[in-house]
């Protein structure tokens, strides 16, 4: 066998073995990894989203239903907000917090009229559903707002949040985070609508 000839056939054995590697042509791709599926909505084409919150708290034997919303935005340096209400013994609690610039402010009704401010480097925000540890792949599933990844991780505090991911663009449609009893939804409705978060007016903040 010439050379010429050898070296046809060496690029023909290498061919096809790229091809074997790569799981060769009409073979599907599997899903991302877990990491990478709950990372995609910080690099999709994503401004800010809203969602609808909905949950349970117990404290004490006692179980309360919440409801609420709240938004993300996805621009740097990133921000969020949400606001639930609930109803214990009759009476009626709200509770807000705003994530902005690395600072937490929240406020409860009732108390004390004012914002509390502390600085986070944990606040909410769209980094917060990235997950940093025990990231696991569930599946696919169908939500109302299209085909979905289901991936689970915990967040830099240790807490176990899970997140439905978009296949078609990487926007976020669901995240579920539990701690002990306690548990919220967050349901995605609306994205890119024009969000702005801005923190409370520093006459009504007070440090915590």
Not at 68 to 80: Q, T
Not at 81 to 86: A, E, G, L, N
Not at 134 to 154: I, P, R, S
Not at 170 to 181: D, E, F, R, V
Request: aromatic share 10%.
């Amino acid at each position: 066998m010439t050379r010429p000839a050898i070296r046809r056939l060496a690029a023909i054995f290498l061919g096809a073995a790229a091809l074997t590697a790569c799981g060769g042509p009409g073979t599907p791709l599997g899903p991302p990894s877990a990491k990478d599926i709950l990372a995609k909505p910080l690099h999709a084409k994503l401004k800010d989203a809203h969602f609808i919150v909905t949950g349970k708290f117990t404290e004490q034997g006692v179980s309360v239903d919440l409801a609420g919303d709240g938004e993300l935005i996805y621009k740097a340096p990133g921000a969020g907000r949400f606001k639930f209400q609930t109803t214990v013994a009759g009476r009626k609690i709200s509770y807000e917090d705003i994530s902005i610039n690395g600072k937490d402010y929240t406020f409860s009704d009732p108390g004390t009229g004012k914002w509390t401010s502390r600085t986070t480097t944990s606040g909410l925000g769209p980094a917060s559903f990235s997950g940093v540890s025990d990231f696991k792949y569930v599946g696919e599933e169908n939500l109302a707002k299209g085909k979905a990844w289901h991936a689970t991780a915990k967040d830099k505090d240790g807490n176990a949040f899970e997140g439905w991911i978009r296949e078609s663009d990487g926007y976020p449609l669901k995240y579920l985070i539990a701690q002990q009893s306690n548990a919220l939804t967050l349901t995605f409705d609306k994205f890119n609508v024009g969000v702005t978060i801005s923190p409370p007016p520093a006459s009504q903040v007070v440090q915590g």
